[in-house]
T-cell receptor, first 114, second 110 residues
């Protein structure tokens, strides 16, 4: 039972480069989301999705794009990387049906933009 | 906007000691969650609380849903080295969405 799988685990980008962070889950969860974790800031929501074809912005969406073509996958795209996007990125999923289930998180992608 | 404040920010404790941490907000919530993040990993759900005043245990961990619904507490008894990590509280910020506290970093000295 893989849960939530994120790739790559580490990435270094140059300013202005683009890349896609991959996230896949095998639990048939409708809800998927991306968070970034920065020292002293906790986890901040970037984008989320409640099902295939449905996405919405979170707290810090600028500079990131998402799409949800299948239930399983929710990639995060950085269009033109900036040093301010240096962070640890987590993908999380949960079933719908109320606010009490909590999330299952992936193990994270550590991104450095130089 | 809604914000969750965790204290302490970090703590060093001796193995075998009990640990207490809390999470407070100016907003009222109907659910409180506690997560633990091991170094290099994603957060893992420890305990979920659904009712004001509720006290729930998971092994050596005990969490409480504050009666004002604006706070929650996590206690760890008889700490061991594998308790090291960051502990996050979380509460719903809308349908399906959660906000997270800034975390309490725990370091256990053997």
């Amino acid at each position: 039972n893989a849960g939530v799988t994120q790739t790559p685990k580490f990435q270094v980008l140059k300013t202005g480069q683009s890349m896609t962070l991959q996230c896949a889950q095998d639990m048939n969860h409708e809800y998927m989301s991306w968070y970034r974790q920065d020292p002293g800031m906790g986890l901040r929501l970037i984008h989320y999705s409640v099902g295939a074809g449905i996405t919405d912005q979170g707290e810090v969406p600028n500079g990131y794009n998402v799409s949800r073509s299948t239930t399983e996958d929710f990639p995060l795209r950085l269009l033109s990387a900036a040093p301010s996007q240096t962070s640890v990125y987590f993908c999380a999923s949960s079933p719908l049906g109320g606010s009490g289930y909590g999330y299952t998180f992936g193990s994270g992608t550590r991104l450095t933009v130089v | 906007g809604q914000q969750l404040n965790q204290s302490p920010q970090s703590m060093f404790i001796q193995e075998g000691e009990d640990v207490s941490m809390n999470c407070t907000s100016s907003s009222i919530f109907n659910t409180w969650l506690w997560y633990k993040q091991d170094p290099g990993e994603g957060p893992v759900l420890l305990i979920a609380l659904y009712k004001a005043g509720e006290l729930t245990s998971n092994g050596r961990l005990t969490a409480q849903f504050g009666i004002t619904r604006k706070d929650s507490f996590l206690n760890i008894s008889a700490s061991i080295p594998s308790d090291v990590g960051i502990y996050f509280c979380a509460a719903p910020s809308g349908t399906y969405k959660y906000i997270f506290g800034t975390g309490t970093r725990l370091k256990v000295l053997a």
